[in-house]
């Protein structure tokens, strides 16, 4: 059976996933449809917790359209060991329910070691895919964003892990994004081709011989300058790279709040610089992103930060809602069987 053939979406929460839930999830959630009636919503989690939420925060929402899951995968639970010691939690039945086509997609702010491992194991991998991918957005000098994958789905890849990932990255970065035919590079230690590893080496025999749009090896340089539309990489290195950019804006902040504290005069100049800081960094704030879509999975899956807002929850709960619409799973699934490698 395939996806994307209703009209109108059934998106399932996880009311009960995140360091703020269930409020932050369920005034998230229910925000959404102010933005979106052609919405189906489902709240998963613990029932009487989310009605009480939505009666706290005078929220109309139909309680038919609330599944009860009594049990709550923690922070500090083991990801996979959860999914069998926590059968009726919130993300095992979330993960089920799009197995079982009874939601079209789930998104979740929980343990995300979980979410990966139940959107894996059991919603299931779309046909031909080896391995999920999960990727992260880089704001750029060029305007556009660099999409890097993969920043922590898998930390061991094999060659053809990674030229997957350039096929589902492409796809939806030119559905998504509206780049056409985006370029691709291998993160390197050198742009010449005999640099890196046999990891990088032996996928780019793969990508140069597809008909992706492969620009050779690229530096970690090229991330911020915007000279690629996507970036491959194993998961190892690409959540280094990811954990190294989230700190980045913490660090700023405290630079000028240091630089501020020696001086009237420096607090003068720093409060000019915080603003032209905030404004021109505000595409970094993962509010405005929402969460992260794993791909590769026969079902939409989309993995929030745990500290996640009210707004990146409706945000979250907007991008399943625009992969459903442009039909992004049926689009990486005719791609990974029509890319060939000559």
Same mark, same amino acid.
């Given at each position: +059976? ?31 449809? !102010? ?45 996979? *060991? ?21 939601? %079209?997609?789930?998104?979740?702010? *929980?343990?995300?070691?979980? +979410? ?29 964003? #660099? ?8 930390? !061991? ?11 589902? $990255? ?19 230690? $050198?742009?010449? %081709? ?27 340089? !090229?991330?911020?300058? $915007? ?5 491959? #990489? ?10 190294? $950019? ?38 970094? !704030? ?57």
């Amino acid at each position: +059976m395939s996806f994307e053939t209703n009209l109108i979406p059934k998106i399932a929460v996880d009311a009960m996933g995140g360091d703020f839930a269930p409020r932050n999830t369920v005034i998230g959630a229910i925000s959404a449809l !102010d933005a979106d009636q052609d919405i189906e919503l489902i709240l998963v989690g613990q029932k009487d917790k989310i009605e009480k939420e939505i009666a706290d925060n005078n929220l109309k929402f139909d309680s038919d359209k609330i599944v009860d899951a009594s049990e709550v995968i923690e922070m500090f639970d083991s990801p996979t *060991g959860s999914l069998k010691s926590k059968p009726d939690s919130s993300i095992v039945v979330g993960a089920v329910m799009v197995r079982d086509r009874k939601a %079209d997609a789930f998104v979740s702010a *929980g343990n995300t070691g979980a +979410m990966m491992a139940a959107s894996t194991l059991l919603t299931g991998r779309i046909k031909g895919v080896g391995r999920p991918t999960i990727g992260a957005a880089f704001p750029t000098n060029s305007g556009k964003v #660099c999409n890097v994958y993969d920043v922590g789905a898998s930390v !061991d890849s094999k060659p053809e892990h990674l030229f997957e990932y350039a096929v589902m $990255g492409s796809i939806f970065v030119s559905e998504m994004q509206g780049t056409i035919n985006p370029t691709i590079g291998t993160l390197s230690v $050198g742009e010449e %081709d005999k640099k890196g590893n046999e990891l990088v080496k032996n996928t780019n025999i793969l990508l140069k011989n597809s008909d992706l749009n492969f620009i050779g090896n690229v530096e970690g340089r !090229d991330i911020l300058n $915007g000279s690629v539309d996507i970036v491959v #990489c194993d998961g190892f290195v690409g959540n280094i790279i990811l954990k190294f $950019g989230e700190s980045f804006l913490d660090f700023m902040k405290g630079r000028v709040k240091s630089y501020s504290n020696s001086g009237i005069v420096n607090k003068l100049q720093a409060g000019i610089t915080r603003n032209v800081l905030r404004s021109s960094l505000k595409d970094m !704030d993962y509010q405005a992103h929402g969460g992260a879509p794993l791909l590769g999975i026969n079902g939409i899956s989309i993995i929030g930060h745990g500290s996640s807002s009210p707004l990146a929850i409706r945000n979250m709960v907007l991008r399943a809602k625009e992969m459903y619409d442009r039909k992004l799973i049926s689009k990486i699934e005719k791609s990974i069987k029509s890319y060939s490698v000559k």
